[in-house]
């Protein structure tokens, strides 16, 4: 056959399918019609096995017709899918939609809401996915290997007996645990994605704490990871200032205090101003005047090297606080054990 007639056959393929594809009524027709046209016995692959009857240039000419076709064979497929889908989503949500009318709340009645708890962490997932940051999870019962040795805390490390752990009877003894923070995310997040990485990973963690004003055995956290090029501590004193003044408000104040943490170095505490009695001093804040929000610092480059990144190359800061902390700071909530209390006197005020 001669170029010209390949590519007339060519062109013709072509309308045939953009009719086909938008004849078709069902998600499952459209593997065999694409099968038809580019399949290994298509009619694509007839006008393919003539290319070696012709000379190279008018097998280069054929061939870029030819790629063309099937480009724009597989977007009328696509097409056809994404339609067809969405029309039978729709007709099963109809097919399976209940009158649930009978159930309506009377006015009358009382109506629930969001405990404050998941109100707050929407609220900061909204401020930092703002700030250009990506929301990540993970599981809440751990290897031991995520939660500590990937955090540069190995066996007998000190840090261990701060963070007093629920051990779980799963697998090899204390090899598997309730996480005591939410840094074991980091990890996975660093593990499966490469650099860069803008990341907030908010959930539930788990401390053998005794509860008081400001503390409880499960608790809800939020941590923040950057890993990039050139990466410093500036950048990470600007991100915490821009969330503080983002959050709380353009006249809170926030500071930086040294530090030790294993798995940051240079390590910092960040406090922003008692909100219980606006830096008089009181029980919530220990008659300092400031509350404790979280902690940061420079990635520790043990902890870039244990999930397979070259220090030398790569650099980041993470950060991380307490959502029930925040929640208390905000709203002036001068003890952390009315979360648990289900009491409607409190929760309605939400």
């Not at 709340?105 to 401020?127: F, M, N, P, W, Y």
């Not at 003894?173 to 990890?187: D, E, G, K, M, Y």
């Amino acid at each position: 056959m001669t170029v010209d007639e390949l590519l007339a056959q060519l062109d013709g393929i072509l309308k045939r399918a953009e009719g086909h594809f938008a004849e078709v009524t069902k998600v499952t027709d459209l593997r065999e019609l694409e099968l038809g046209y580019i399949g290994k016995k298509g009619f694509l692959a007839e006008v393919s096995s003539e290319l070696r009857n012709l000379d190279p240039e008018a097998r280069k000419v054929v061939g870029e017709a030819l790629n063309l076709v099937r480009s724009k064979v597989v977007g009328y497929s696509e097409g056809a899918r994404g339609v067809l889908v969405a029309k039978e989503t729709e007709e099963r949500i109809a097919s399976e939609a209940q009158d649930l009318s009978e159930f309506l709340v009377r006015k009358t009645d009382g109506i629930g809401s969001i405990h404050l708890i998941s109100q707050t962490r929407a609220e900061l997932e909204d401020v930092f996915v703002g700030m250009g940051f990506v929301v990540e999870d993970g599981p809440e019962a751990e290897s031991e290997w995520n939660n500590f040795e990937a955090l540069n805390i190995p066996q007998h490390h000190p840090a261990r007996a701060s963070q007093d752990s629920f051990f779980l009877e799963f697998g090899s003894a204390n090899s598997v645990l309730l996480r005591t923070h939410t840094s074991p995310t980091q990890i996975r997040v660093m593990s499966t994605q490469p650099p860069p990485i803008y990341a907030v990973m908010p959930g539930r963690v788990y401390r053998r704490d005794t509860a008081d004003a400001r503390h409880t055995p499960a608790f809800h956290q939020i941590e923040g990871l950057v890993i990039d090029k050139g990466i410093n501590f500036a950048h990470l004193a600007g991100t915490i200032d821009t969330f503080t003044k983002a959050y709380f408000g353009p006249n809170k104040t926030s500071r930086l205090r040294p530090a030790y943490f294993p798995f940051t170095e240079p390590s910092a505490e960040f406090e922003i101003t008692c909100t219980i009695c606006n830096g008089i001093g009181c029980r919530t804040c220990s008659n300092t005047g400031w509350i404790e929000l979280g902690g940061c610092g420079m990635v520790h480059p043990n902890v870039l090297v244990s999930v397979g990144l070259d220090p030398e190359e790569w650099s980041g800061f993470a950060f991380g606080f307490g959502i029930d902390r925040c929640a208390q700071m905000k709203h002036a909530i001068s003890d952390a054990r009315v979360y648990l209390d289900n009491d409607i006197r409190f929760l309605s005020q939400f």
